[in-house]
């Protein structure tokens, strides 16, 4: 059975400071891992995904990064700004199992 | 291309009713799946199909919770009755395929409140 923590569970920075959150899961036999961020009272947006072959995804001001052996993977924001302020939810997709860490809440204050 | 659509939005019923929710994926996505996500936790899996054949129902408490999808498409979730912990956000998703590389999708949520 897969096991996903997130770490933190919140984090509250102010503006322009660059952010790690950390995802870890206990099955490595994985296909992907996504990185999603839900808002207040709305599904879920996917950021980035990361197949099991790739080490590192990037969007724009995202990096994620992937250690697949270890179960690891490192959602980093540069520069961050108010609007970053959600959840931010990773799920290790292990063969058609689908797992959802319990999110790490962030807030960026100006 | 269209998201992921959901409804009702809202649902505020009481304990032993029943109530049915609509989801309708992204055009050509075979895949689609239903989660329940309970204040403060992440979404857990409870249904998953492959065009109109279940993938995993594994976490599905089949005592109360139907789904189906008819002609691969459109999918209803079913709860009937009703209990306080069912409170909750039922979120639909979709992807191209299963247990690959594809990404998924989500819909809006239905926000189901059990009184």
């Known amino acids: 059975k897969q096991e996903v923590t997130q770490i933190p569970a919140a984090l509250s920075v102010p503006e322009g400071e660059n952010l790690v959150l950390n995802c870890s899961f206990t099955d490595s036999a994985i296909y992907n891992l996504q990185w999603f961020r839900q808002d207040p009272g709305k599904g879920l947006t996917s950021l980035l995904l990361?197949?099991?072959?790739?080490r590192e995804q990037t969007s724009g001001r995202l990096n994620a990064s992937l250690d697949k052996s270890s179960g690891r993977s490192t959602l980093y924001i540069a520069a961050s700004q108010p609007g970053d302020s959600a959840t931010y939810l990773c799920m290790p997709n292990s063969y058609g199992k689908l797992t959802f860490g319990q999110g790490t809440i962030l807030t960026v204050h100006p | 291309e269209a998201g992921v659509a959901q409804s009702p939005r809202y649902k505020i019923i009481e304990k032993r009713q029943s109530v049915a929710f609509w989801c309708n994926p992204i055009s050509g996505h075979a895949t689609l799946y239903w989660y329940q996500q309970i204040l403060g936790q992440g979404p857990k899996l409870l249904i998953q199909f492959q065009n109109n054949g279940v993938v995993d129902d594994s976490q599905l408490p089949k005592d109360r919770f139907s789904a189906e999808r008819l002609k691969g498409v459109d999918s209803t979730l079913k709860i009937q009755p009703a209990k306080l912990e069912d409170s909750a956000v039922y979120l639909c998703a979709s992807s191209l395929l299963v247990g690959t590389s594809y990404e998924q999708y989500f819909g809006p949520g239905t926000r189901l409140t059990v009184t």
């Open positions: 990361i197949q099991s072959s790739q």
